[in-house]
C-alpha cells in the first residue's frame, strides 16, 4: 500500500483484519478485576480490537493502524505528565498552607471533593468497560457473567430472543456507519452549535466521525398484534449499544474528542403504510419512546483543563440534541418507496394531550446544611414525557412544597410511554442533588380518564408527591370547541389549550436573493404565540425541500394566527413570510388543509410555500366507571357544568342546627311572616340566585310540597348583631376540583359590639384550617382601623385535594389589633366551617352571612 494510507480521511471507517483461526474466549464470569481484562478483547468468531496494532502477519492494513498506536502512546504519555503535575500541585498546596500558617481546615473541603471526584470517574469507567466487554461477548457469557442483568426476554414473555438480528447487525454495521456518519453531520451537528451559540460558544463542528466496530445489540423484540391498525406493523426493541467509538470535535481553538458513546433504551419501529408491491412497507418510523440512558467520555483538552461548567454544559446539550432527533415526538423518518407520500410518513399525528398538574408534595428527604445542622431543601419538579419538558418552580426552605403547577403534553403514542417526575434540590455552590423520582404509566391514565394520587417517591429515603393528570382526545368535529373553551376558562389557567395544530413545512419555490452573488440558505421558523419551531438549514438553494413536521398548542383557534418566516442564515435577513389565520382552518372540511401552496409575503412574485395544516379539538377522554377518581370527577363536573343548564343535585336536608349556626340564625334579618321556610331548599338555586342578583336584593328560594316559592330578601343593613351578640361575617367559598383549590372571600363584617366608644377595634380576619392549624395554612386580611362595620372583599386560596376537604373545617377568627374588652383577649369571635358541604363544590360556590361564636379552645 502507498504512503497515503499512513493518515485516515474524514470519510474512512476502519475495518478489524479477519484472523484466519478462531482463538478461544475468556469468560466474563472469569473476571474478578478490571486490570485482568485482556487488551484484546475477543469473539467467538475472532478478536475484535477498537485499535488495530501491528504483528508478525499482518497485512499492508497495517498503515493504519500505527497512526492509531502512536496516538495511543502520545495519550499515556499525555496521561502520565498530568497526574505526576496533579500530584506536584497537592504537595505545593500542603506547603503553602503550613509556610502561611493558615488552618488544616482549608485543605479538607478540597480533599473531600478531589476523592469523591476520582471515585466517581473511577466508578463510571468501570461500567463503561464491563458494558463495552458485554457488547463483544456472546449472549451466554453475557447471562453467566452477570445474573442480575439479564436480557428483555427473560423479564418479559411476550419479548422474543433475536439473535439472528444481532448477527445481521453486525454484518451491516461497517456500511451503517456511512449512514450514522450523514446523520451526525446533517442533523446533530448545527442543532449542538446553534445550542452553544447561545451560550456565547461559537464554532463547534465534528472533524472525524469513527463509530467503532461494535455493533449495537438488541436484547429482545416483541411484536404487537392487537389494538394495531391494519395498516402498520409496530414493534419495539431492546436496543443497548456500548461503542468503541472515536470521534473529534472542535469549539472555537479547542479540540475535544467523544469516546465510550453508550446508549440503552426502548426503540420503535413502525412500518407504514402498507402497500401492494415491493418492498410491501412504504416507511419506517424510528424513535425512542421515553428518554434513554446515554454514558460517554470527553476527552482532549476540555476533559484535561477539568473545566466542569463547560463539560457538564456539552453532556447536557448533546443528549438534548439526541433526544430531538430520536425521542418522541420526534421521529426518524425513512422512506423506503415513491408510492408514499412525504406528508404520510412525516407528518405529525397526535393521539391526544395529557393535562398534567402537579400538586404539592410532603416529608422531602432535607439536603441543605444549616448552622444549626440538618436544614431544609428547595425543591422543584423536572417533568420528562418523552423529549418533553417542564419544570416548576423553586420553592426555597420547604420539605412541604405546593407547587399547583400546570402544563400539557402532546402524546403520540399511547402505548409504552410514561410521565416521569424528577424532584430536585435546587443548590447555587454546586449541582442539584435528588429528592426522588416518580413515573405513571400513560396508558393507566387514557384507560381510567383521569388520575389523581399521591406516589410514594423512588431513590428517596421518604418523601410523596400529590399528582393530578387527565386525558383529552381530539377530534375534527369544530362544534366541540365552545366546550372546552368554557371549561379552560372556568379553569382560570390562561395557559392551558383547546386545540392542537400540526404544521408538515414541504418546501418553498423560487425564494428571493438576500445576495447578490449566491443562492440563499434558507430556513424557515414557525411561531405560534410564545412556542416556536425551526427547519433545518438547506445550502445554496432558491427551492428549498424541508419535509419537516411540527406540532403546536392552540389556546383559542377563534383569534390565533401561525406565523411563518423564512430567514437567509448568512445574512439573517427575512426573506419570506406569511401569516395564517387559524380560523378559516376551522371552516375547511375536517379542519385540515394538504399540500396546498401559499403566496409568500415580502418575497419574489413566484415565490410560494407549500405546506399542510391540520387542527383538532380537545374533548375530555371517557371516565373509568370502577377508577377511585370518580367521585373526584363527579365533583368536577358539578363545578364545571355547560351550556347553561342547571346543574342536578340531590336536595338536602337541612338540620335545626344548621339553620341557627350556619345559613340562618333565629335572629336573622327576615320578617317574622317569613320564619316559615321549608326544610328542604335547594343549593344550586340558592346559589344560582345568590350570584346573579346584588347582595342588597339576594333571595333564598326554597321549594313548597304544592310547588310554590317563597322569596325572602336579606337587607343590605344587617339589624341584629347575630345569635350571640358579636356581629356576623358573609363569606364566600368555592371549591374547584378541576383545579384542586379552595377560594375563601371574606366580604364583611356587620354589627360589631361597640363596648366602650372611646376604644373603637381595628378589626382584622384570620383563617386557618382543621385539624391541625399548621403555619401554611394561615391567612390575613388587613386591618382596618376604627370601623364596626369593615368591608375587605379579601381572597384566599388553599390548594386541598377533594378527599382532604371532606375531612377539613375552616376556622375564621375576627380579631381586633387594639385589644378587646380594655385590654382582654383580641379575638372578637370565632367561626367553624365544615367544608364538606356539597354547595361548596358547585359551580357558584356558597355565599352567605355566618353568626360569629365565642371564643373557642383550640383542639
Known amino acids: 500500500m502507498s504512503d497515503n494510507t499512513r493518515s485516515v480521511p474524514l470519510a474512512d471507517f ?424 416518580a413515573s405513571i404509566d400513560i396508558a393507566s391514565v387514557i384507560q381510567k380518564g383521569v388520575v389523581d394520587s399521591w406516589l410514594t417517591l423512588e431513590d428517596a429515603k421518604h418523601g410523596l408527591l400529590h399528582v393530578r393528570l387527565q386525558w383529552y382526545k381530539l377530534t375534527a368535529d369544530p362544534n366541540d370547541l365552545q366546550q372546552i373553551l368554557l371549561e379552560t376558562k372556568l379553569l382560570r389557567i390562561t395557559t392551558m389549550s383547546s386545540a392542537v395544530l400540526s404544521v408538515f413545512i414541504d418546501s418553498a419555490r423560487h425564494l428571493k436573493q438576500a445576495r447578490s452573488s449566491s443562492k440563499p440558505d434558507p430556513y424557515l421558523v414557525c411561531s405560534l404565540n410564545k412556542q416556536k419551531q425551526q427547519t433545518a438549514m438547506i445550502m445554496r438553494d432558491d427551492s428549498p425541500v424541508w419535509e419537516q413536521g411540527f406540532t403546536f398548542l392552540v389556546s383559542n383557534p377563534d383569534n390565533e394566527s401561525l406565523n411563518i418566516k423564512i430567514y437567509d442564515q448568512k445574512t439573517g435577513n427575512d426573506i419570506g413570510q406569511y401569516t395564517y389565520t387559524l380560523s378559516t382552518l376551522l371552516k375547511q372540511f375536517n379542519m385540515e388543509v394538504i399540500q396546498q401552496p401559499f403566496q409568500l409575503q415580502k418575497s419574489g412574485p413566484e415565490s410560494k410555500l407549500y405546506m399542510s395544516l391540520s387542527l383538532r379539538i380537545l374533548q375530555p377522554g371517557e371516565i373509568d366507571k370502577e377508577s377511585d377518581t370518580l367521585e373526584q370527577v363527579a365533583a368536577l363536573t358539578r363545578s364545571s357544568s355547560t351550556g347553561g343548564k342547571a346543574t342536578e343535585v340531590p336536595v338536602p336536608v337541612i338540620k335545626e342546627s344548621q339553620i341557627a349556626g350556619k345559613r340562618l340564625s333565629t335572629e336573622s334579618p327576615i320578617s317574622e311572616e317569613d320564619l316559615t321556610v321549608p326544610t328542604r331548599i335547594s343549593p344550586a338555586l340558592s346559589a344560582s340566585a345568590s350570584s346573579e342578583l346584588p347582595i342588597a336584593e339576594q333571595q333564598l328560594i326554597s321549594s313548597s310540597g304544592s310547588g310554590s316559592v317563597l322569596t325572602h330578601r336579606f337587607p343590605d343593613t344587617v339589624s341584629t348583631a347575630g345569635e350571640h351578640g358579636l356581629g356576623r361575617i358573609q363569606l364566600s367559598l368555592r371549591y374547584s376540583a378541576q383545579r384542586q383549590k379552595l377560594d375563601v372571600t371574606i366580604h364583611k363584617i356587620a354589627k360589631i359590639p361597640l363596648r366602650d366608644p372611646s376604644n373603637i377595634p381595628d378589626p382584622y380576619v384570620k383563617l386557618h384550617l382543621l385539624p391541625g392549624r399548621s403555619k401554611e395554612s394561615k391567612r390575613k386580611t388587613s386591618v382596618i382601623k376604627d370601623n364596626c362595620n369593615p368591608v375587605y372583599d379579601a381572597s384566599f386560596e388553599y390548594l386541598i385535594s377533594i378527599a382532604e376537604l371532606r375531612q377539613t373545617a375552616l376556622e375564621v377568627t375576627v380579631c381586633t389589633q387594639k385589644g378587646f374588652l380594655s385590654g382582654g383577649s383580641p379575638i372578637i369571635g370565632m367561626l367553624k366551617i365544615p367544608l364538606d358541604d356539597s354547595e361548596i363544590t358547585t359551580q357558584t360556590g356558597l355565599n352567605t352571612w355566618f353568626d360569629l361564636q365565642p371564643e373557642m379552645r383550640h383542639e
Open 14 to 437: 476502519v475495518d478489524p483484519p479477519k484472523p484466519e483461526e478462531e482463538e478461544s474466549f475468556v469468560p466474563l464470569a472469569e473476571v474478578k478485576k478490571m486490570n485482568d481484562l485482556p487488551t484484546t478483547p475477543t469473539t467467538p468468531t475472532g478478536p475484535v480490537t477498537p485499535s488495530t496494532q501491528s504483528t508478525p502477519n499482518s497485512t499492508p492494513n497495517d498503515g493504519v493502524a500505527k497512526p492509531i498506536a502512536s496516538q495511543s502512546n502520545d495519550n499515556s504519555i499525555f496521561s502520565i505528565i498530568y497526574g505526576v503535575g496533579k500530584k506536584v500541585a497537592i504537595v505545593g498546596s500542603i506547603y503553602l498552607v503550613g509556610y502561611m500558617g493558615w488552618s488544616v481546615a482549608w485543605l479538607i473541603a478540597p480533599v473531600i471533593l478531589s476523592v469523591a471526584r476520582d471515585q466517581l470517574a473511577k466508578t463510571s469507567e468501570k461500567k463503561r468497560d464491563i458494558a463495552k466487554a458485554s457488547a463483544l461477548a456472546s449472549e451466554k457469557d453475557v447471562i453467566l457473567a452477570r445474573i442480575d442483568e439479564l436480557p428483555a426476554w427473560v423479564y418479559f414473555p411476550d419479548v422474543e430472543r433475536c439473535e439472528w438480528l444481532n448477527k445481521i447487525l453486525k454484518q451491516v454495521w461497517p456500511n451503517a456507519n456511512h449512514f450514522a456518519r450523514t446523520l451526525v453531520k446533517e442533523t446533530i451537528e448545527p442543532n449542538v452549535a446553534l445550542a452553544l451559540s447561545n451560550y456565547k460558544m461559537n464554532g463547534f463542528r465534528f472533524d472525524r466521525i469513527i463509530l467503532g466496530t461494535i455493533p449495537p445489540r438488541i436484547g429482545g423484540v416483541k411484536i404487537y398484534d392487537k389494538n394495531v391498525d391494519r395498516n402498520e406493523i409496530i414493534m419495539d426493541l431492546d436496543l443497548f449499544y456500548a461503542s468503541d467509538c472515536d470521534i473529534n470535535f472542535y469549539l472555537g481553538g479547542m479540540k475535544g474528542g467523544i469516546k465510550d458513546f453508550q446508549i440503552h433504551g426502548w426503540v420503535r419501529v413502525v412500518m407504514k403504510p402498507l402497500i401492494r408491491s415491493m418492498p410491501l412497507v412504504g416507511g419506517l418510523q424510528i424513535f425512542f419512546l421515553n428518554n434513554p440512558n446515554i454514558d460517554f467520555n470527553l476527552v482532549g483538552v476540555i476533559d484535561f483543563m477539568d473545566m466542569p461548567g463547560l463539560s457538564d454544559l456539552l453532556r447536557r446539550i448533546i443528549v438534548e440534541q439526541i433526544g430531538n432527533v430520536m425521542v418522541l415526538p420526534n421521529k426518524l423518518p425513512i422512506s423506503l418507496s415513491e408510492e408514499v407520500s412525504a406528508v404520510a410518513l412525516k407528518m405529525p399525528e397526535p393521539e391526544g394531550i395529557l393535562r398534567i398538574h402537579v400538586v404539592e408534595a410532603k416529608d422531602l428527604m432535607k439536603k441543605d446544611i444549616s448552622v444549626l445542622g440538618k436544614g431544609k431543601s428547595d425543591p422543584y419538579a423536572i417533568i420528562n414525557v418523552g423529549a418533553q419538558e417542564f419544570k416548576t418552580q423553586i420553592i426555597d426552605n420547604n420539605v412541604n412544597p405546593k407547587w399547583d403547577y400546570w402544563c400539557e403534553a402532546t402524546v403520540f403514542i399511547e402505548m409504552g410511554q410514561f410521565v416521569e417526575i424528577q424532584l430536585k434540590d435546587s443548590d447555587d455552590s454546586k449541582k442539584d442533588e435528588n429528592l426522588g423520582r
